[in-house]
């Protein structure tokens, strides 16, 4: 499962099942943090906050960056209608959910 949050904690948000080719994708950031940057498409986020709480910034590149109104994070930058790219922290394998094509024999 992969989750994340702005920094006051007012939007939380997680990204529903992905696939492992997906999931190959994700990169690790520079950060002690250890959270993880990947691009998903746009359907697989869940985002849980008070309407108020998310706002959108137009970039002239056509990007579009969604922040807390609360402490200015950005939650995550819209790259085109379907896709999406955002930090999130891993929280672990529901691994009773579904088999692992890896182990598989």
Partial sequence: MYRGSCSCQAIQYEIEHIDELEADDETLTQTDTS???????????VVDCAPSSLAELHEANGETHHVCNVCG??????LCPNKVRLEVAFTGHDALAEP???FVL
């Fill in 35 to 45: 959270k993880l940057s990947m691009t998903v498409e746009k359907e697989r986020l």
């Fill in 100 to 102: 692992h094509c890896q």
């Fill in 73 to 78: 994070s950005v939650i995550f930058v819209e």
